[in-house]
């Protein structure tokens, strides 16, 4: 009897702690955004590194023309949404992509994002830009583009 007892005088301290949590607190905008990171990166250039300590921190200041929605598995086309493209489209051929570009879209010093700014990133990384890559760790994967 003395056990059930103290086991139900256990129970209900055990509920009221658990119960008398207090509320979330509220999200608020701006501030500074700390991340905690192993080792530091060899630089701040994500197309001349390839690890996750560098990439990670700079997955928040950089936009891709696709990205890979984290809700639905990457083993899908399905998977691959548009960030700064608004969508794409290959030719009957198959050879080209066409990826029309989101509007409004500024750069940090208000300038507009347009599709120049893309031929210069895919000049670099095909190493045909009068600027060079130190490294570039992903040059093989564009070989059979032109």
Not at 17 to 43: I, V
Not at 82 to 97: H, N, R, V, Y
Request: proline residues 3%; hydrophobic residues 40%.
């Amino acid at each position: 009897m003395v056990g059930n007892l103290r086991a139900a005088a256990l129970a209900g301290a055990l509920f009221v702690a658990l119960a008398g949590g207090e509320a979330a607190l509220a999200q608020k905008t701006g501030g500074t955004l700390k991340m905690y990171s192993a080792d530091s990166p060899a630089s701040m250039s994500i197309h001349e590194e390839s690890t996750v300590f560098a990439e990670g921190p700079m997955m928040g200041v950089f936009n891709n023309l696709v990205m890979f929605d984290q809700h639905v598995k990457q083993v899908s086309l399905n998977s691959i949404v548009p960030d700064l493209a608004t969508g794409w489209s290959w030719s009957e051929e198959g050879t080209e992509l066409t990826l029309p570009l989101r509007q409004g879209v500024r750069w940090h010093d208000g300038k507009q994002f347009t599709a120049k700014d893309v031929q210069c990133t895919w000049d670099l990384l095909m190493g045909l830009s009068s600027e060079k890559l130190r490294v570039n760790p992903r040059k093989s994967w564009y070989g059979n583009v032109e």
